[in-house]
Each structure stands twice: as C-alpha cells, then as structure tokens.
C-alpha cells in the first residue's frame, strides 16, 4: 500500500469539508456528561441502538447525580438492549460517583482526567474532547482504522500508530472535524465488505488497489 500524497490528502479533505461543512457525531446527546455516558455506552454497539436505549434513560437522568440516584440495577433495565450492558451500566454508575466526588458533577476537559473515569479509555476520551471541547484530537474506531490503511491515507498496525499517523497527515485546518468526517466516510461509502467505490467523492485521491471504478 502506498501512502496519499500531502495533494491527495489536501483534496481528500477539501471534498469532504465542501459536502458536509459541519459534521456531526449521530450519538444523540444533551450536555457533555450524557455524551460522556453515550461514548461509553457505544462500545462494541451501533450509534442506533445507544441512541434507541438512552431516548429515555436521558430524560429522567441527564446529571452524575441523577445517574447515581437512578442505580445500577434501574440503568441496567433502560440499556438491556445494547450488548455489554452489565458492564457499562457498572462503569456508569462508578464514573458518575468519581465526577460527583472530585469533579464537582462536572465533565473535565482534560485527557488525563477523562482517561481515570471508569470505563473510559483513550478513544472515548478522545470523542468526548472533540466533540465537546472542540479539541483537534482523532479518536480512530474500526471506520478509522480501516479507512486510513484501505485509502493509504494514514496506514498503521494498530490504532495508536494509526492516530498518531494521522494527526501528522491531515492538514491542521481540517484537524477539527476530520475524525467525523472519516467516520461517516466509513461509515457510509468506504464500508468494511462492499466499499462503494463507484460514488465515493475522492475515489480517484485513494490508492485502494481493490477500488471499483467506472
């Protein structure tokens, strides 16, 4: 695999910023502590399906507080539906207590802070500071992943070398909303079995050798 040229890269971009100006996560949320929650909850699960489960859970919990006085065993019964609930209704309710007890109920805007909450790790910490705190950072999910080795825009053996990659590769003025833009792409058009080559806007800047073309 060859790697996108510092052009390719630059027009990469260009096209994915002139159709969609001002990406989004498709995480619903209300404030930075119930995006926090529906981070954590999004792993190993679907956007739909965390999005399904905290429709209601956010409007009878939206604060640590609330959270906590919910209980584990209530949280557990409004998140069933997303795969590991046991496990993060339990890191839930511990982040929320930590956030109440050294935080002030409050979500830091800090990598290191984030990173000691129960049940987050480095890429949720990192979604959290972007999305929230408008930090250039680059949380690389499996859409990252293989869209960054796949396009030979930032190849790297594992997602740290793949981040690391990438926030040298991308131009600084696109550093902002990159990491939704490559999700969605992902997501959407450079897919994991059926890439949809034929009408993906930067098809002819990727050095995909399986790639469809006209």
Known sequence: MTRMTK??????????????????????????YTLLVAVVMSAQATDVSVNKATAELFKVADTPAKMVALGEGALMGQIRTIGLFRNKAK??????????IEHDGQVPANRTALEALPGVGRKTANVVL????????????THIFRLSNRTGLAPGKD??????????????HYLRHAHHWLILHGRYVCKARNPDCMSCAVEDVCH???????
């Open 159 to 172: 997602v740290r070398k793949v981040e690391d990659a990438l926030l040298k590769r991308v131009p600084e």
């Open 91 to 100: 890191n839930v309710i511990a982040l929320s207590k930590k956030l109440i």
């Open 208 to 214: 995909y050798k399986g790639r469809a073309t006209a």
């Open 7 to 32: 052009d390719e890269i630059e027009e990469f971009f260009r096209r994915l910023s002139a159709a969609n100006p001002s990406p989004r996560t498709e995480l619903a949320y209300t404030n930075v």
């Open 130 to 141: 972007n999305t929230a705190f408008g930090e250039p950072t680059m949380a690389v999910d």
